[in-house]
């Protein structure tokens, strides 16, 4: 049997996904103050950017799919393990500039835990594993520039 709070989270996976990517039906799904937390990279976003992360996967990889393993629904609460697939498509752009697309696929890691209200989402906080999605795009931590930068620091 699905609940309301499950059909609403459902309906937001749907909405995100890269066969059919409609950020406005996804930010439709949010009631007037809601918010979507990235809280891995610790971003928050609200009214007209509620769909800046969608925008952004649907670009990265624009046959993301939710693979949702697992719905645990206590009333108006949902959480969901799941794994975000796709392949490495899109460039990603970060602060250093721009990353080509390998064609790598992508299987990260999430957790995501859903607030509804009123049959609508409240507030929706993403766990996602950025070490295992940055390791399948190739994107390795620089170990010995963090190190010369502490030692510089305390210099």
């Known amino acids: 049997m699905t609940t309301t709070a499950e059909a609403v989270v459902r309906a937001a996976y749907h909405a995100a996904e890269g066969s059919v ?10 009631t007037e103050d809601g918010v979507f ?6 971003e928050t976003y609200r009214g007209e950017h509620l769909g800046d992360l969608v925008v952004f996967m649907g670009q990265l990889a624009p046959d993301v799919h939710r693979n949702l393993h697992r719905f645990h629904v206590m009333g108006n609460v949902v959480a969901v393990e799941l794994t975000i697939e796709g392949t490495f498509n899109g460039p990603f752009q970060t602060p250093a500039g721009t990353i080509q697309p390998t064609g790598a696929k992508l299987a990260i890691p999430t957790a995501d835990f ?4 009123d049959g609508k989402i409240k507030e929706f906080n993403c766990y996602v594993g950025v070490s295992v999605m940055l390791a399948q795009l190739g994107i390795q931590p620089d170990f010995a520039g963090a190190v010369a930068a502490s030692t510089t620091a305390v210099s």
Request: no cysteine; glycine share 10%; proline share 0%.
């Open 37 to 42: 937390n990235n809280i891995v990279a610790g």
């Open 114 to 117: 859903w607030y509804i209200e």
């Open 21 to 30: 990517l409609d950020v406005q039906g996804f930010k439709d799904l949010f």
